[in-house]
């Protein structure tokens, strides 16, 4: 099944355009993060993301094959340290979302961490007038949290907005990684720091409550979420700049609201509602930010859109299977 996946990424990258493979990645992170709030009764949410982690780390070594190993022996000192930073941070996105999910809904937790690739985007964007976008995306995350009612889990709002100062990180690490070592050999290595790096949090506790259920279910959750999400990101992120794919991701607090709602019976109320529909707007005037600066004259290139076409002058890849002048290899 595995290779599988690696072949639809493998053909995904060369025709697939890359705005769809965000989207898609969106849906299969919220679909695994549902499944996993189920998982919570049997074992916490820092065993069942150790879990995910540590399978998503074996299944990417299993066919990593001789890719895996010239990408590893060509890496530079510069090249491991980006790598063993994005392991780090994936594994506090993965581990900090899961947190919050235990303790407020999935809707709101993902419009928390949309904060973080919101705030990415803006500051592409460079222009001072373009924070208000951040402000109402703040604002709409006040309306989804209600920290002014007793009920509101603070806790699980800060795991969130931890979650999203890593999400913001991980797109400037999975972008640099990706392009270095490639997309499969990159995401290899970072699954495996982010796997050991959870170990001491979740091995005990999954090791106390283990069973054939367990094992199984985090296998198949692993595949949702984080291996094919993650996969379908960081090939995205070699066909787009950082502003472009956090303004993509507009529509991501809006999916997790969907998925919580049909696959966990998490039920908004009218001001959360409106809340989220704040968070999305303002994903939406980052991205009319965007267009507008575009029909202005500066380059799309260079801040905005999909690299230029460089085909044509695509060289041969050297010896450890890297290209030149185009970045994604699978």
């Known amino acids: 099944m595995i290779l599988s ?3 639809l990424v493998r053909h995904a990258h060369l ?25 919570f009764a049997i074992a916490g949410p820092l065993e069942v993301t150790w879990l995910r982690l540590s399978w998503a780390a074996l299944l990417l070594f299993a066919v990593g094959g001789r890719p895996l190993l010239r990408a590893a022996r060509a890496a530079t000192w510069s090249d491991l340290a980006a790598t063993a930073a994005l392991g780090v941070v994936s594994a506090g996105m993965t581990l900090l979302f899961s947190l919050a999910l235990d303790r407020i809904p999935l809707g709101t ?7 973080g690739p919101l705030t990415v985007s803006v500051l592409a964007l460079r222009r001072r007038r373009d924070l208000l976008w951040i402000v109402l995306a703040v604002a709409g995350v006040l309306l989804l949290t209600r920290p002014w009612h007793g009920e509101a889990d603070l806790l699980g709002i800060a795991f969130g907005l931890g979650g999203a ?13 990706g392009s270095r070592l490639g997309v499969l050999p990159g995401l290899t290595l970072a699954m495996t720091v982010s796997a050991l790096v959870t170990a001491p949090l979740g091995l005990p506790g999954a090791m106390a409550a283990a069973d054939r259920h367990l094992v199984a279910a985090t296998l198949g959750l692993a595949l949702i979420y984080p291996l094919l999400p993650l996969l379908l990101e960081m090939v995205s992120l070699q066909r787009m700049n950082r502003g ?18 049909l696959l ?3 039920v908004p109320v009218p001001l959360q509602v409106a809340g989220m529909a704040l968070v999305v707007a303002a994903g939406l005037g980052a991205t009319r930010g965007t267009s507008g600066r575009t029909r202005g004259g500066a380059d799309p290139h260079a801040t ?10 695509r060289p041969a890849p050297d010896d450890a299977g890297h290209h030149t002048t185009d970045p994604v290899t699978v």
């Open 5 to 7: 996946f690696v072949s």
């Open 15 to 39: 025709r697939v355009p890359a705005p769809l493979l965000t989207v898609l990645s969106l849906v299969l992170l919220h679909m695994g993060s549902a499944g996993a709030v189920h998982l």
């Open 109 to 115: 937790a993902a419009a928390i961490e949309f904060l």
């Open 165 to 177: 100062v890593c999400v913001a990180l991980y797109i400037v690490f999975s972008q640099t990684v």
């Open 244 to 261: 472009t794919f956090g303004i993509l991701v507009s529509v991501d607090p809006a999916i997790g609201l969907l998925i919580g709602l």
């Open 264 to 266: 966990i019976g998490q």
């Open 304 to 313: 905005d859109g999909e690299p230029e076409d460089r085909t044509p002058d």
